[in-house]
């Protein structure tokens, strides 16, 4: 008796795989659930309270030059570091609300110069500061 020998497939059989994403495709459309939400309209309570942020931030700048001679400049002058923190809390206090300081730096300087004036200014309770960098040397903004 002569036993047949069975030719292999070259070819994957996908229609199984089509049967498996038909019934996937109908699981999911069965257990999900469409419904159509309309957004709520919220009432909104009005806020009677002075503002949290002071409409003026105090400007510290600080650059190579002045680091060396451990100053920083604020509201028009060059002052010691060391009295950075004073010098802010006495514009602080003049200040409606809570206050904003942006401390403008060289890009290159070192960080202990840098560290020192933000340690003076967390002395000084500031709590918002905003650092932004500059390259090479520039003159400092005056304060508006």
Do not use: C, H, W
């Not at 699981?27 to 309209?41: I, N, R, W």
């Not at 960080?111 to 020192?116: G, K, T, V």
């Not at 933000?118 to 905003?130: E, H, V």
């Amino acid at each position: 008796m002569k036993l047949r020998r069975r030719r292999k497939i070259d070819t994957i059989p996908i229609s199984a795989m089509g049967d498996i994403a038909f019934l996937l495709l109908i699981f999911y459309m069965a257990t999900t659930m469409v419904t159509d939400q309309k957004p709520l309209d919220v009432e909104l309570p009005r806020v009677d309270a002075p503002a949290t942020q002071s409409p003026y931030p105090l400007n510290v700048y600080l650059n190579r030059d002045l680091a060396s001679r451990n100053e920083v400049y604020f509201y028009n002058q060059a002052i010691p570091i060391d009295r950075l923190a004073d010098a802010i809390t006495d514009e602080a206090a003049r200040a409606p609300s809570a206050v904003s300081v942006y401390l403008s730096i060289e890009r290159d300087l070192p960080y202990r110069q840098m560290d020192r004036v933000i340690q003076a200014l967390k002395l000084a309770g500031i709590s918002n500061l905003i650092i932004t960098t500059r390259t090479g040397a520039s003159e400092p903004v005056p304060a508006p």
